[in-house]
């Protein structure tokens, strides 16, 4: 029998057999390295011709500032995409992983991703993993069928609104949404709204920051606004300069030339035929 119970292979899943021992190392006082998350305020409303999805740019890991300028609205498919909050690198790879699946999709069947595929394998892929996963998604996209807008949580659960905000910046966005939100709004009135919740996230949040990023995605295609909006430009600039210690110094600058390992020798028999 215990023959037998080696040759089987695996089990699939999430794999726990780690925890136990990484719970006695901490026991034991070993420090466990931080995630770098994206703090975030991510927002995504439908207007009239389709979809605007907005974030900021600030990643953080712990009380530091990590990346002042990171992309947190991700590729789904031409028609689709997706911002993401929670640890940077969970939402980079669920992203990545779940638009290759897409694009498989669209070679086999020949026709345009749906929301709803994308929906549904991303909530299929996080609700196997329990909320280790930690990945907090708004999903925008225009199909076949019209603009939808969804948000999926962690641990898979979903729910599909008109406007919707994630991340730590989330409250001080949807305050914005519910004073200003209408249906049947412009491109222009949409972005101004995305523009307007990311901002109020920005300065109300610590953990979001640094600039505005706005997608908007419509029947025709899709227009990336990178840095939409700097809001907090670096304005103080010492008129010295700044100088910086040299840590290294020249000891040697002779040069000494590399002879030749090869010695071409002419002449020789010549090969017969």
Not at 185 to 202: F, M, N, Q, R, T
């Amino acid at each position: 029998m215990a023959k037998t119970a080696e040759m089987m292979p695996p089990m699939g899943g999430f794999s726990f057999d780690l925890c136990k021992r990484n719970a006695m190392l901490v026991q034991k006082g070993l420090k466990q390295p931080s995630y770098l998350k994206t703090g975030t305020t991510i927002v995504g409303l439908i207007f009239q011709d389709g979809v605007i999805l907005g974030a900021d740019t600030r990643a953080t890991e712990g009380p530091i500032v990590a990346d002042k300028n990171c992309e947190k609205i991700h590729y789904m498919a031409p028609n689709i995409y997706c911002c993401g909050a929670g640890t940077a690198a969970d939402t980079e790879a669920v992203t990545d992983m779940v638009s290759s699946q897409l694009k498989l999709h669209r070679f086999h069947t020949g026709r345009e991703s749906r929301v709803v595929t994308a929906l549904t394998l991303l909530k299929s892929h996080l609700f196997s993993y329990q909320g280790h996963v930690s990945a907090a998604l708004v999903l925008g996209g225009v199909d076949v069928t019209g603009p939808h807008l969804h948000t999926i949580y962690p641990h898979g659960s979903t729910d599909t609104l008109p406007f919707a905000t994630m991340g730590s910046g989330s409250l001080a966005a949807m305050s914005v949404f519910e004073s200003n939100y209408r249906e049947g709004l412009s491109k222009e009135e949409g972005i101004k709204l995305v523009a307007d919740a990311i901002c109020s996230g920005i300065f109300n949040d610590l953990g979001s920051g640094s600039n505005v990023d706005i997608c908007v995605i419509t029947k025709g295609g899709k227009e990336y606004l990178r840095n939409y909006l700097t809001p907090n430009p670096r304005t103080y600039i010492s008129e010295k300069g700044y100088s910086f210690s040299k840590k290294t110094e020249v000891l040697l600058t002779k040069i000494t030339p590399l002879k030749e390992l090869v010695e071409v020798i002419e002449g020789g028999d010549t090969m017969e035929e």
